[in-house]
């Protein structure tokens, strides 16, 4: 018992079927063992010693249902997670070598389950870990869109002010040069009070018009500038 203790070390399932096949063949003298998991269609052989494959242990125990020189010891039956053990020999099986088998094969089938439920518990950190930076990801996401769309919105409001009152600059001109033009020495588009040098107004748009025309000078080089001009207003 002491020996088969021994399987409860084994840190990995392939040091597991190693020292499983070595105290089947050394304390028991086995011929063949092996264990299957799972159920048909999906059952593996896992740790097989005298069967080459899953076909050949299943046929054996078929042919050799009635003798007594094979042991199949079956846990978890009909689940996801069943276990079939299968120990052979050459000779008939005592009653004391098929107790010492059935504490092998318990010893086994704990381990076996101890590495299920350590790679069910990976699987699920690592589903957890996969969950929680897709969330970072879209958080990250909704952060940036919340930043774009104020860093849109802070840019698009002096923008369109400026735009606006772009335009109203652009119309206010093109109104008062069409003013200026209509009005120069012809004597049309006189605004009676405002035109007229009479007028108590009259002085109020001369000063208006010098300052337009300073502004505009750049762009009117060929229009007369200063007292010039406003003779002409005169």
């Keep these: ?5 021994a399987l409860a070390l084994a ?12 105290k089947v063949a050394r304390l028991f003298g086995a011929r063949g063992f092996a264990v299957l998991s799972g159920l048909a269609p999906r059952q593996e052989m896992i740790i097989a010693s005298g069967f080459k494959t899953r076909e050949e242990a299943l046929a054996r125990m078929v042919s050799s ?18 276990d079939v053990m299968v120990f ?10 098929r107790r010492l088998y059935n504490v092998l094969a318990r010893r086994l089938e704990d381990r076996l389950c101890a590495f299920r439920q350590e790679e069910r518990r990976r699987r699920m950190e690592e589903a957890l870990r996969e969950s929680q930076e897709q969330l970072l990801q879209v958080r990250l996401m909704e952060s ?31 109104e008062l040069m069409a003013a200026c033009e209509a009005g120069g020495g012809t004597g049309k588009g006189r605004r009676p009070g405002l035109d007229d040098p009479a007028g108590p107004h009259h ?20 229009r007369p500038s200063g007292a010039e001009d406003l003779g002409h207003l005169g």
């Design 144 to 174: 940036i869109g919340q930043m774009a769309t104020g860093i849109a919105h802070e840019i698009n409001t002096p923008v369109q002010f400026v735009g606006d009152n772009l335009q109203f600059l652009k119309g206010a001109f093109e």
């Design 1 to 5: 018992l002491h020996e088969l203790s």
């Design 203 to 222: 002085g109020y748009e001369i000063a208006c018009g010098e300052r337009l025309l300073l502004v505009m000078g750049h762009e009117h080089r060929g």
């Design 11 to 22: 840190e990995t399932r392939e040091d597991l079927a190693q020292e499983a096949i070595g």
């Design 65 to 82: 249902s009635r003798g007594e020189n094979l042991l199949v010891l079956v846990f978890n039956e009909g689940e996801f997670e069943q």
């Design 88 to 97: 052979e020999h050459s000779r008939p099986i005592d009653d004391r070598t």
